[in-house]
């Protein structure tokens, strides 16, 4: 029987009425596989991924196929973002094998959970060099009924290299000039000068880079990096990554234009990139930067919300064309046809010059996805934008992962406190605070330990990894900024004391997992960047930011060595640890602490929250007050509001003034 009907993971319920006889992962399931003496098929996805819907519907809807799979394995689907653990263990295995790695995975294990064959998507039929689905469960089948000895053997000389595999840790401190200016080189030498951003196609949006790169102007100056940023912000905005209808950023795009995305919106993905857009805004009052930042935050509110006052995980790739095809992007392009129905010839003309519609089309039959290739401020357009996001309301949506991640929401609430304190919008705060408020009461719970996902305002059963307690921590320090409420600091301070006591090993390195989670074959650990921070370096940084609230020794201590990754990989692979670099140049610049003594809101207040001294952190509120450590024995001057900047244990002169108080938080 299939048993995912009771899961809350969206991803698993889409393959609840399979007939494969699914398990989720547990401990039941391998039991099973001991007590019948067969392999267990690991197929591990997510719900906005297009290549997961399409094996499920050619091999895991198929009746024959199904039946099997049933007979000859125990097959355990896995949601890859509500279990980024099994996922990173197995598909570090599936890379070195293979050499390459993506979803769906498909993993073959013993009943111990050891792997001994790997791959991605399998096609119904034999092509383009790939066996069938069917060819493979066979294979592996003989292999397991006459060839046991050396599958057994196969599997554990693949779990004792993964656990002989050494992570280079700097161990002699955090990096320093040297470091930083070699990891810029490094990025300069792969940039892509005409289309901006950085090596080919596919190209993702490389939003942890670009925070480096403000970060290293704001500190240094080099304009080669602010250059480098701007450029690609600008590219990513005028490009089809961006939706020019809707605001809001697909996951990548299939070639090195950002002409064509893969169309699935990620929450990770506009949370980063929002707060990239609004800290650009920052550090050159770009009209377009600002514009990009309102617009994607705006997206993730009315598209991503949730009614407990979440964000949901994604919108899919695909949805139902014209003709009840469920094809990717069908919600998203226009042909001139279209345009001209909605909007009648003249200005269709317009449209489809403004955007970018062609007869012969950027995409698939003759359709186009909309671009910016001429004016973005052309009066005209406001309106004929109105009248096409209208008709498209009227298309059949894109499915949604409803799901809470912890993480995500950390990034989503950082996002959205800092632009609607940015840009005047109050009501972006509260949709931050209320995302926060969330948080704590489904997935902190009493005993302050985060769980991964939520879904209907129930918490799953999978607990957090080390990016949820990093990005939550982040998305509470920024939020503790904003509003002037000391709770969120000390919510943070919560979440940062079990990162010491679970994830930290020796020398100051961290794990992903925590020391009393579920035991795999191996527990693990990646310092670098994928699609979000890596927990490593999200976790380094919120540490480093509540030290310099607090005046903590030992999270300062914890976020310096935890940087020594940095000062190892920064140099060698800059674009894989961009939020380690980050993190890196708001160490080098102290970071800076900024008291504001006076009301929040004022004008003080908004000056310290958008200076770009890197990784800067603020406290405001009315002196005397309990909540911030910095604003004890910082009084107001004359009883005027009163700013104190410190950083290295040197304070400069309290400021009553705006402007002097933005020229100490310039970063020069």
């Not at 401020?377 to 008709?391: I, N, Q």
């Not at 969330?438 to 209907?456: I, N, Q, Y």
């Not at 940084?541 to 935890?562: C, D, I, M, N, V």
């Not at 009084?635 to 040197?650: I, K, L, N, Q, S």
Request: proline fraction near 6%; charge should be negative.
């Amino acid at each position: 029987m299939n048993r995912l009907a009771g899961v809350t993971s969206p991803y698993l319920l889409q393959h609840a009425d399979n007939p494969v006889h699914w398990w989720p992962w547990s401990p039941e399931a391998f039991e099973e596989a001991r007590r019948r003496n067969v392999p267990v098929l690991l197929s591990v996805g997510y719900s906005s991924c297009h290549w997961c819907h399409v094996m499920a519907h050619e091999s895991f809807e198929d009746e024959a196929t199904a039946a099997y799979m049933n007979q000859h394995f125990v097959a355990v689907k896995v949601d890859r973002e509500e279990r980024p653990d099994v996922d990173a263990v197995y598909m570090e295995a599936v890379q070195a094998a293979t050499g390459q790695g993506g979803w769906p995975m498909t993993v073959f294990l013993t009943a111990d959970a050891e792997p001994f064959y790997f791959g991605t998507y399998f096609p119904p039929e034999a092509r383009h060099g790939m066996p069938s689905f069917r060819q493979v469960l066979e294979g592996v089948t003989a292999a397991w009924t006459d060839r046991r000895d050396e599958v057994g053997e196969v599997a554990g000389r693949i779990v004792r290299d993964l656990s002989e595999r050494s992570l280079a840790h700097g161990g002699d401190g955090p990096p320093g000039e040297a470091e930083l200016a070699q990891a810029l080189l490094g990025l300069t030498r792969e940039y892509d000068e005409k289309r901006g951003g950085f090596g080919g196609a596919p190209k993702f949006p490389p939003s942890m880079a670009l925070e480096f790169l403000l970060r290293h102007h704001a500190r240094t100056g080099a304009d080669g990096a602010l250059q480098m940023a701007a450029d690609t912000c600008a590219a990513m905005a005028r490009g089809g990554i961006y939706d020019q209808l809707g605001g809001g950023f697909a996951r990548y795009a299939v070639d090195r234009e950002w002409v064509v995305p893969h169309f699935e919106k990620m929450l990770y993905d506009n949370a980063l990139l929002c707060r990239v857009y609004a800290h650009l805004w920052r550090a050159t009052g770009s009209e377009l930067a600002r514009r990009v930042a309102l617009e994607t935050a705006d997206f993730m509110v009315r598209e991503l919300r949730t009614p407990e006052g979440g964000f949901a995980s994604a919108l899919d790739a695909d949805s139902e064309d014209a003709h009840g095809r469920h094809v990717e992007g069908a919600y998203y392009v226009w042909t001139p046809e279209q345009l001209r129905e909605v909007l009648g010839e003249e200005d269709a003309a317009f449209a489809a010059e403004h955007f970018g519609v062609t007869g012969e089309g950027t995409f698939e039959e003759g359709s186009s996805v909309l671009q910016l290739p001429g004016d973005p401020d052309d009066p005209r357009a406001a309106g004929v934008r109105e009248r096409l996001l209208a008709a498209r309301e009227e298309r059949p949506r894109p499915g949604r992962d409803d799901k809470i991640v912890a993480a995500w929401n950390g990034l989503a609430i950082a996002a959205l406190a800092e632009t609607g304190a940015f840009f005047g919008r109050p009501d972006l705060v509260e949709r931050a605070t209320e995302a926060a408020d969330l948080l704590v009461r489904v997935h902190m719970g009493p005993v302050a330990r985060l769980a991964r996902t939520s879904k209907d305002g129930r918490a799953g059963d999978h607990a957090g990894v080390l990016e949820d307690y990093g990005d939550v921590a982040e998305g509470f320090l920024a939020l503790a900024g904003v509003t002037g409420e000391g709770a969120w600091l000390e919510f943070a301070g919560f979440l940062l004391d079990i990162v010491l006591q679970h994830f930290r090993g020796e020398g100051g390195q961290l794990y992903d997992t925590a020391d009393d989670a579920e035991q795999l074959i191996r527990r693990p650990q990646d310092p670098t960047d994928s699609a979000t921070p890596a927990g490593w370096t999200a976790a380094a940084g919120a540490l480093l930011s509540y030290a310099a609230h607090t005046g903590s020794e030992p999270h300062r201590t914890a976020a310096e060595e935890a940087l020594g990754v940095v000062k190892a990989l920064g140099p060698r692979a800059p674009r894989f640890i961009g939020w380690g670099l980050a993190v890196a140049e708001a160490l080098l610049d102290g970071p800076r602490e900024v008291a504001v003594a006076g009301p929040v809101g004022g004008e003080l207040h908004r000056t310290a929250l958008i200076g770009r001294a890197p990784g800067a952190v603020v406290a405001a509120g009315e002196p005397g007050g309990a909540e911030f450590p910095l604003l004890a024995d910082r009084p107001m001057a004359g009883g005027a509001p009163t700013a104190y900047v410190c950083r290295h244990f040197v304070c400069d002169a309290p400021t009553t003034d705006a402007e002097a108080l933005a020229r100490a938080l310039g970063g020069a």
